[in-house]
């Protein structure tokens, strides 16, 4: 059997791999960026967010209505930079999180730079648990949600270091 696991001792970051959480959700926002990028529909969306453009907004491609909107070559423009001009711009674009876990994993982000998946995970279910009546949200909404963070998680650190990686029951 050729498999090692290291789990929680800095090995990853102290060779220069990018595996903290921050860097995962930056690659998510690289992956809606490319699908901007690519998109001819009015909606890009996922089980976590959506980006519609508004009404009265010409449809060409999301591209070409950044290209014409702003008067720039979006070539010089990243995916990540393609997904800040779609959160930020509101006249052109409805940006809506779907996830209260994603939310708060976003929000995190955000205002710290960093984030705690595990906790923010935890917060959730205590809180459907201790206080149901003041949630919107169920169990079995935030272990979906779960379920395609490690799916996302799994195409991520798949991409960065070029080794099929499963999420199998035995080392969750």
Known sequence: MNRIIIIGNGFDLAHGLPT???????????QCGQKLRLCSD?????????FTLKEGIGLAGWYLVWSY???????????RD????????????????HSVFFSRIYKAIESKGWVDIEREY??????VVLKPEECDYTISEVNNHLRY?????TQYLTSITNVAISCD????
């Open 20 to 30: 903290r959480y921050e860097d995962f959700i930056n690659w998510y926002w690289e």
């Open 42 to 50: 009015k909606v890009v969306q996922d089980t976590f967010c959506s």
């Open 69 to 79: 909107r702003y008067q720039i070559r979006l070539k010089q423009y990243s995916n």
């Open 82 to 97: 393609l997904t800040e001009f779609a959160i930020r711009d509101k006249e052109m674009c409805d940006f809506k999180i």
């Open 122 to 127: 935890y917060d959730l279910l205590r809180e």
């Open 149 to 153: 963070l490690q799916e996302l998680l």
């Open 169 to 172: 029951d035995q080392i969750r």
